[in-house]
Nanobody, 122 residues
Framework: VQLQASGGGLVQAGGSLRLSCAAS????????MGWFRQAPGKEREFLAA????????YYADSVKGRFTISRDNGKNTVYLRMNILKSEDTAVYYC????????????????WGQGTQVTVSS
């Protein structure tokens, strides 16, 4: 079972990036997918989650209105569109899967990807 995150890189403040997370090795049918990040010296932070059907989403206050989570189940891929990036968004970004469940909050994530670095220059 693998979750492969990609799309990170160096971007100027105010810019945008779209992260992708491709799942392989099994189907994540019925699983909620989430995005997290961890900056140097800080704890891992939850960012966003999306239900299997895509009808439920949940965002951390720190990214609400700037980040959008989506998924394409046909491609076994979840995305995180990040707009109006700030220097404080610099971190390693991880995707994860929880379930099977219909919830998007209060979850324990079973599977984790390896992370992709996002660096925002001011």
């Amino acid at each position: 079972v693998q979750l492969q995150a990609s799309g990170g890189g160096l971007v100027q403040a105010g810019g945008s990036l779209r992260l992708s997370c491709a799942a392989s090795g099994r189907t994540f049918s019925g699983y909620t997918m989430g995005w997290f990040r961890q900056a140097p010296g800080k704890e891992r932070e939850f960012l966003a989650a999306i239900s299997w059907s895509g009808d439920l989403t949940y965002y951390a206050d720190s990214v609400k209105g700037r980040f959008t989570i989506s998924r394409d189940n046909g491609k076994n891929t979840v995305y995180l569109r990040m707009n109006i990036l700030k220097s404080e968004d610099t971190a390693v970004y991880y995707c994860a899967a929880a379930g099977p469940t219909r919830k998007v909050v209060g979850l324990s994530y079973n599977y984790w990807g390896q992370g992709t670095q996002v660096t925002v220059s001011s």
